[in-house]
C-alpha cells in the first residue's frame, strides 16, 4: 500500500531552520505531483508548498515563499521542505501528499496523505 512518511519535525527557536523529509513508498513517485501542508490546532488545514513531478514547477504559499524551499529526489521517492527564518505562527503539523492530478494549491486534490510531523517554533 501506499506510504508517505514525514520526518524533520521538532522544536526550533524562532529565526531558525528546519528541513523536512517526505519518505514515499507503493506508488510511482515520479508521477504524482507532490506537496506540503500544515495544520494549527483549531486550524484547517492550509496549503504551504507543491512540486511538479520532474521538480520543474514549484508553488509556494505567501506565508512562506520567501524563506521555503520544496524539492524532490525521485530516485531516493522522497520530498524535502526546507524552511529558514521561522515564526511562531509555522508551528503546525505539516504533512505531506501525493496528487496524481499535479501540483496543486487544493488539499481536496490530493490523493494520498502522510501522518504528519509536528513543527514548533517558540519565541
Known amino acids: 500500500q501506499v506510504q508517505l512518511v514525514e520526518s524533520g519535525g521538532g522544536l526550533v527557536q524562532a529565526g531558525g531552520s528546519l528541513s523536512l523529509s517526505c519518505a514515499a513508498s507503493?506508488?510511482?513517485?515520479?508521477?504524482?505531483?507532490m506537496g506540503w501542508f500544515r495544520q494549527a490546532p483549531g486550524k484547517e488545514r492550509e496549503f504551504v508548498a507543491a512540486?511538479?513531478?520532474?521538480?520543474?514547477?514549484?508553488d509556494y504559499a505567501d506565508s512562506v515563499k520567501s524563506r521555503s524551499t520544496i524539492s524532490r529526489d525521485n530516485a531516493k521517492n522522497t520530498l524535502y521542505l526546507r524552511m529558514n527564518s521561522l515564526k511562531p505562527e509555522d508551528t503546525a503539523g505539516y504533512y505531506c501528499?501525493?496528487?496524481?492530478?499535479?501540483?496543486?494549491?487544493?488539499?481536496?486534490?490530493?490523493?494520498?496523505w502522510g501522518q504528519g510531523t509536528q513543527v514548533t517554533v517558540s519565541s
Open positions: 512540486i511538479s513531478r520532474s521538480g520543474g514547477i514549484t
Open positions: 507503493g506508488l510511482t513517485f515520479s508521477s504524482y505531483g
Open positions: 501528499a501525493a496528487s496524481d492530478r499535479g501540483p496543486l494549491r487544493s488539499r481536496y486534490e490530493y490523493r494520498y
